[in-house]
């Protein structure tokens, strides 16, 4: 995976260099899903077959799974 660090420096060279913006983005969305992917199996892997089922039929209520993880991030935070 692209180290976060590499898409921040990339993104910090884009400004003086503006022809690197779609690299960049591509990079750092290279990057954010490498990172997003691992959290994502750190939460399968640590919670019931049950709790997985549950929270996978939810995926497309954008609403309601924004809104639960929203909340629980603002706790946690």
Do not use: P
Not at 27 to 34: F, I, L
Not at 50 to 73: R, W
């Amino acid at each position: 995976g692209i180290e976060m660090a590499t898409c921040i420096q990339c993104n910090k060279g884009w400004n003086s260099w503006g022809s690197n913006e779609n690299l960049c983005s591509d990079m750092c969305e290279s990057a954010y899903s490498y990172n997003l992917r691992s959290i994502v199996k750190s939460i399968v892997a640590s919670i019931t077959l049950h709790q997985a089922k549950t929270l996978y039929s939810l995926i497309g209520d954008e609403y309601l799974f924004h809104k639960a993880f929203a909340e629980e991030f603002e706790n946690k935070l």
